[in-house]
């Protein structure tokens, strides 16, 4: 069967399409089974096959797994998180950034510090970026002061502007002092954001 025709099986509401998809995503192509995943993810029947996207976190493909990985983002598939968490760790770039989007939609706590490492060591810039949004995302009560910290010195403006927006929801008087250098920030959002959270903190206060 054909990309294309693997691809049409998506406008069908029928059993036997999910057995068409179950067959094809057991194919010996690891093409026809990535395609086949994608549909899965894609057909509005498709969490009726949740086994067989668990299954492709094992396949010997990266293409599978990765595309594995965009379907746990998309359902947001908790169960999975135990079979994402791992790929931090491969050596291809591209497969750590789509675990970091699946994880950002399928946050744990104890995620933080595995995902804090790859976002201040990660030699990918990309993977640098990736793991600064999933850890925006996850911000909380027991974190938001070691990111606010790393996000204020950021070369990259929108983490600066990250570290404000974290202050602002978290943040004490305690943090004013770290929070008056971006007042003066050269990036007129930073400033704006900084501006924002100084008078929010100080009215809670």
Request: charged share 30%.
């Amino acid at each position: 069967m054909s990309h294309e025709a693997i691809r049409s099986l998506v406008s069908r509401d029928d059993d036997e399409v999910l057995n068409e998809l179950r067959t094809l995503a057991a194919s010996s192509d690891a093409f026809v089974r990535r395609t086949a995943i994608e549909i899965i993810g894609q057909h509005k029947r498709g969490p009726e096959l949740r086994t067989i996207v668990v299954a492709a976190f094992s396949d010997p493909s990266d293409y599978v797994r990765r595309t594995a990985c965009g379907i746990v983002e998309h359902w947001k598939l908790a169960e999975a998180h135990d079979l994402v968490l791992p790929f931090l760790r491969a050596p291809e770039a591209s497969t750590r950034e789509c675990a970091l989007r699946a994880l950002a939609n399928i946050w744990h706590e104890a995620d933080f510090h595995s995902i804090f490492n790859l976002y201040r060591r990660d030699p990918e810039i990309g993977v640098r970026k990736e793991a600064a949004w999933t850890l925006r995302r996850g911000a909380a009560a027991s974190n938001w002061r070691l990111l606010f910290d790393a996000f204020s010195r950021d070369e990259l403006p929108r983490h600066r502007l990250w570290a404000c927006e974290i202050a602002e929801t978290f943040g004490d008087p305690d943090v004013l002092p770290a929070l008056t250098p971006l007042l003066n920030d050269g990036d007129g959002h930073v400033r704006k954001s900084a501006a924002h959270a100084h008078q929010a903190i100080g009215a809670r206060s």
